[in-house]
């Protein structure tokens, strides 16, 4: 298998995630917010779990499992994280999370659509799909700015912190994207 690629935008470059980045990693998701809208981020996070969170990254890749990027700016700053779980039938699942103090500049949008073109593109998925929590309508704006189409709400879909919560199901298909 080839490395995981880096990708660029007008004013990102996704890569692959390095131990460097666990202090920037660290801080970010350890604010409530993140934990909070995120189904697998628990708060609070815990010492040292960006680390030994990043040394798993490229085996998983090797194994088809994950692929992660840190999203950084050009300016060299790590403001968030995106990634794709591939699953069966040539579909793959999209997440992120932007840390707070980078919330409503874009870039969540301008990364996926990055990662969305790369997994039609070069790794020919038919179909990626996202969802997020109900009370979280900014990551649905992100989906429906890159294309994405709502298919429903998964009513008390996940539990989060002892409370069933609903969640928003959306896609979109090769055949639908820009490139597509």
Known sequence: MTAQ?????????????????????????????IARNTLNIPHPYPAGAASEWITRHTEKFEKNEEIVFAIVTRGGELVGIIGLVPKQHDVAEIGYWIGVPYWSRGYASEAARAVIGYAFGEL????????HFSRNPASGRVMQKIGMKHEGTLRQ????????????????????????
């Open 5 to 33: 690629p880096t990708l660029t935008t007008e004013r990102l470059t996704l890569r692959p995630c390095v131990p460097a980045d666990a202090e920037a990693i660290q801080a970010l998701v350890s604010d409530v917010e």
């Open 124 to 131: 020919s998925f038919n179909r990626i799909e996202a969802a």
């Open 157 to 180: 879909a996940v539990k989060k912190w002892s409370e069933y919560v609903d969640t928003e199901l959306y896609s979109v298909l090769r055949s639908e994207w820009p490139a597509g």
